[in-house]
């Protein structure tokens, strides 16, 4: 059974015109579609049953960990919330049953720790992890449909005050590839602000959305992970078809022949730079699941999946902490494989209707 297109869009920009998107539609497709004729085209599209037992088998492994990370560790993570939490409110919308109120406890979880460094929000210094910690934890929420209060005020005011003497934001540390990339923290910080930005704030949040519009532009990626937030961040910042046609057409030409992305260029494929990347491409400009640009990346997938559901991706970032087990498999590289089945899993969901 061939995938069918699915051309939904969870970020949508609402004040764009429709025309827009249809002519940016088109003309994605025509850039992502050229010079890849070089690539082996793989033998069959996935099957449905085969992309719907993937996920399948991939949500019950998010979910048990993040509740066992919680449990560990009072703070809030990308890893273990953020991505998580963005992969089951998808999920329920593609039809899979998934435990409320395990998302309802994530939902808590990271409110409970924003709570504990509201003083800190108040004054502009925010938590660890500064404006990757805030802006994808109210990427997390906004989601979830949690609704707007002082605590999401307090913490999108320390966005824009953070990093303002720069048209972008930067990291706190380097642990690649989830936190070091300037445009990573960039997108998300223009996320956070997207989805919690009060009227009061419009003002300021313009200001710096421009800045940062103005430096993604001229700025190009060096890693995968800068091609991907690149791409997202110029939706967010209201870029031009060109420029995001551009973006697009530089991330789809980094897929390997085997249908797979790596993060760095010496590196081999792995499931998170392939499933960030899928993702990218797909919210940022609709590309349609049944593309050779995605069917390929998404028998990529399906292929490298763990039996348990997992996708392993080796780590290459230094510890910043002691080590925990959340639950997850693969011992040291736990946190960065859940990182990647949560991604591997959101683009899978894109190709389920």
Same mark, same amino acid.
């Given at each position: 059974?061939p995938?069918?297109?699915?051309?939904?869009?969870?970020?949508?920009?609402?004040?764009?015109?429709?025309?827009?998107?249809?002519?940016?539609?088109?003309?994605?497709?025509?850039?992502?579609?050229? !010079?890849?004729?070089?690539?082996?085209?793989?033998?069959?599209?996935?099957?449905?049953?085969?992309?719907?037992?993937?996920? +399948?088998?991939s949500?019950?492994?998010?979910?048990?960990?993040?509740?066992?990370?919680? +449990?560990r560790? #009072?703070?809030?993570?990308?890893?273990h919330? %953020?991505?998580?939490?963005?992969?089951?409110?998808?999920?329920?919308?593609? !039809?899979?049953?998934?435990? +409320?109120?395990?998302?309802?406890?994530?939902?808590?979880?990271?409110?409970?720790?924003?709570? $504990?460094g509201?003083?800190? @929000?108040?004054?502009?210094? *925010?938590?660890?992890? $500064?404006?990757d910690?805030a802006?994808?934890?109210?990427?997390?929420?906004?989601?979830?449909?949690y609704?707007?209060?002082?605590?999401? &005020?307090?913490? &999108?005011?320390?966005?824009?005050?953070?990093?303002d003497?720069?048209?972008?934001?930067?990291? =706190?540390?380097d642990?690649?590839?989830?936190?070091?990339?300037?445009f990573?923290?960039t997108?998300l910080?223009?996320?956070g602000?997207? *989805? @919690?930005?009060?009227?009061?704030?419009?003002? &300021?949040?313009?200001?710096?959305?421009a800045a940062?519009?103005?430096?993604?532009?001229a700025?190009?990626p060096?890693?995968? +992970?800068? #091609?991907?937030f690149?791409? =997202? &961040?110029?939706?967010?910042?209201? %870029?031009?078809? $060109?420029?995001r046609? /551009?973006?697009?057409?530089?991330?789809?030409?980094? =897929?390997? /022949?085997?249908?797979?992305?790596?993060?760095?260029? *010496?590196?081999?494929?792995?499931?998170?730079?392939?499933?960030?990347?899928?993702?990218?491409?797909?919210?940022?400009?609709?590309?349609?699941?049944?593309?050779?640009?995605?069917?390929? *990346?998404?028998?990529?997938?399906?292929? #490298?999946q763990?039996?348990d559901?997992?996708?392993?991706?080796?780590?290459?970032?230094?510890?910043?902490? /002691?080590?925990?087990?959340?639950?997850?498999?693969? !011992?040291? /590289?736990?946190?960065?494989?859940?990182?990647?089945?949560?991604?591997?899993?959101? %683009?899978?969901?894109?190709? #389920?209707?």
């Open positions: 059974m995938l069918p297109a699915h051309t939904s869009t969870l970020c949508p920009m609402k004040s764009v015109p429709l025309f827009r998107f249809t002519r940016l539609r088109l003309l994605l497709l025509l850039v992502l579609t050229t !010079g890849t004729d070089t690539l082996p085209a793989s033998n069959q599209s996935p099957t449905l049953s085969a992309v719907r037992s993937s996920i +399948e088998k949500l019950p492994l998010l979910t048990s960990s993040a509740v066992q990370s919680a +449990e560790r #009072s703070c809030f993570t990308c890893h919330q %953020a991505l998580p939490m963005l992969t089951l409110v998808e999920a329920r919308h593609q !039809g899979f049953r998934i435990e +409320e109120t395990v998302l309802q406890d994530q939902i808590h979880h990271t409110t409970a720790h924003l709570h $504990r509201l003083e800190n @929000y108040l004054t502009g210094s *925010g938590q660890g992890g $500064r404006a910690t802006g994808s934890a109210l990427w997390a929420l906004e989601k979830t449909g609704n707007r209060d002082p605590l999401t &005020a307090a913490v &999108a005011s320390f966005l824009i005050r953070w990093n003497d720069t048209p972008y934001w930067a990291p =706190q540390s642990r690649p590839p989830t936190e070091g990339s300037r990573t923290s997108f910080a223009l996320r602000l997207a *989805g @919690y930005g009060t009227e009061n704030q419009q003002d &300021a949040i313009t200001k710096r959305r940062a519009l103005d430096w993604l532009v700025t190009p060096t890693t995968t +992970e800068d #091609s991907v690149r791409l =997202q &961040a110029l939706v967010l910042a209201g %870029a031009s078809d $060109r420029h046609a /551009d973006a697009a057409r530089h991330l789809s030409r980094l =897929q390997r /022949d085997d249908g797979g992305w790596a993060q760095l260029p *010496g590196a081999e494929s792995d499931a998170y730079a392939t499933g960030s990347a899928l993702v990218a491409l797909h919210d940022a400009g609709e590309i349609p699941t049944r593309s050779s640009v995605f069917t390929r *990346g998404l028998q990529f997938l399906i292929q #490298s763990q039996p559901g997992s996708w392993h991706v080796v780590s290459r970032s230094v510890p910043i902490q /002691d080590p925990y087990d959340s639950g997850f498999p693969h !011992g040291k /590289d736990q946190f960065i494989s859940a990182a990647a089945t949560a991604w591997a899993t959101r %683009a899978l969901l894109r190709a #389920s209707p």
